[in-house]
T-cell receptor, first 116, second 117 residues
Framework: AQKITQTQPGMFVQEKEAVTLDCTYD???????LFWYKQPSSGEMIFLIY??????QNATEGRYSLNFQKARKSANLVISASQLGDSAMYFC?????????????FGSGTRLSIRP | EAGVAQSPRYKIIEKRQSVAFWCNPI?????LYWYQQILGQGPKLLIQ????????DSQLPKDRFSAERLKGVDSTLKIQPAKLEDSAVYLC???????????????FGQGTRLTVV
């Protein structure tokens, strides 16, 4: 079963508009972490934002915020005032316990294209 | 601070040949990951090391893939023999020692793009 689901394969947004990228997850653990990464065409994965399962406040990092709805198991990324440089693949990921350690698993990604 | 280093950046080989990728993690990072990213998909974890011990290799095709992390620093991922479906970007990542905290982010290298023809 899919652990991380990103239902939007691609999105087009006008520059300066806000955009929401959807992510739902599946886990039976109480303790887990949620991440968003950006992957530009150059290929590197860039960490954007983190939300812990026990965090009561939604995480924010500059223009990025995470809309965390624990009961619905969703962790949507909101980018405010989008810029041309935001065009990239965006991946939602979850760190969950595995045996005595933990591991990070990724969703299938959303390709975001910003129109000038 | 130097990031995760990977080499080579690109590799083209014929099927049934062998290939090796190298990764040098961020200094002090005890956990090292190898991910396979097929075009249009998210990264898939192949193997995870804690120091020089394997934590998880459940998705590593062990009949053809092998990985090692001697001395708990650099790591090498090998494919022998390669198949067409191994064409992908191989990403190496590292993070601080896994003590069970969920907020430990992984830092990624630029990846090696493998094309098998």
């Amino acid at each position: 079963a899919q652990k991380i689901t990103q239902t939007q394969p691609g999105m087009f947004v006008q520059e300066k508009e806000a955009v929401t990228l959807d992510c739902t997850y599946d886990t039976s653990d109480q303790s887990y972490g949620l991440f968003w990464y950006k992957q530009p065409s150059s290929g590197e994965m860039i960490f954007l934002i983190y939300q812990g399962s026990y965090d009561e406040q939604n995480a924010t990092e500059g223009r990025y915020s995470l809309n965390f709805q624990k009961a619905r198991k969703s962790a949507n990324l909101v980018i405010s005032a989008s810029q041309l440089g935001d065009s990239a693949m965006y991946f939602c990921a979850m760190r969950e316990r595995y045996s005595s350690a933990s591991k990070i698993i990724f969703g299938s990604g959303t390709r975001l294209s910003i129109r000038p | 601070e130097a990031g995760v280093a990977q080499s080579p950046r690109y590799k083209i080989i014929e099927k049934r040949q062998s290939v090796a990728f190298w990764c040098n993690p961020i200094s002090g990072h005890a956990t090292l990951y190898w991910y396979q990213q097929i075009l249009g998909q998210g990264p898939k974890l192949l193997i995870q090391f804690q120091n020089n011990g394997v934590v998880d290799d459940s998705q590593l095709p062990k009949d053809r893939f092998s990985a090692e992390r001697l001395k708990g620093v650099d790591s090498t991922l090998k494919i022998q023999p390669a198949k067409l479906e191994d064409s992908a970007v191989y990403l190496c990542a590292s993070s601080f020692r896994d003590r069970g905290e969920m907020n430990t982010e992984a830092f990624f290298g630029q990846g090696t793009r493998l094309t098998v023809v």
